[in-house]
């Protein structure tokens, strides 16, 4: 074999001693990333699970299960927990995660999730300055990644107003067009969220005929979900609606 031969069995040798390795470690990269998914996958269906079931167990398995934090980043984690307590009604801990997650730098998608639960919550406190801190902060992330372009968060923005003229203000005057958008949306646990909303506006307008049809209508279409407990104290006594 002349020289020329040899150097270029040499440097296919060669060639391939770096190749192969490098192949390996693409292939366990892969199958890592698959593994990690995998488990992710897995465990957010059984926290849903028990959210439903048992937010007690849910919190407790979040609280404690330290294997959670090799598959979900920490500020999800929070909001996974934001999430059970506001659902328990633990205050303290519901204010303690806020303060966190207010302090932490948060992914985009992370933190209009904060915001809208954040809102959620200090609508149902009556804390109007914290309301709309959280509302603004939502417009600023969104107007600040260009998304409030789209039709989807542009939505997300209008419902945090529509929380905000019927939970806080009571604004009366928004009625017709609460009502013309319940009629002209299709699915029907966003249709009962309108009709709901309708029937808290109609029962502050004195209207209190209108308030048991819209609260009937809502029933229907929340039946078996967070809203039906409150739809149910509701239609026995009128005033509950301003409590909720």
Known sequence: MDVLSLAAAGGLTIGWWIVIPTLVMIVLVFLGLWLLSSLRTQAERELKELY???????????????????VFRRSVLLLYKLEGYMKAGRDEQIRSTIARLDGMRLPPRDELLFLQERLSYFVSVRDREEALASRDRMIRLLEKTKADREERYQKIL????????????????????LVREAGETAASAQR???????????????DEEKTEIYLKRASKNLKNSYYSVMIKEALEDHTALERQ
Do not use: M, T, W
């Open 158 to 177: 209008r419902d945090a107003d529509q929380i905000v003229k019927v939970y806080l203000d009571r604004d009366v005057s928004f009625l017709p067009e």
């Open 192 to 206: 009962g969220v309108l009709q709901y909303r309708a029937a808290i506006l109609y029962h502050f307008a004195g």
């Open 52 to 70: 439903r079931r048992d937010v007690a167990l849910y919190l407790e398995r979040l609280e404690n299960n330290r294997r959670l934090s090799l």
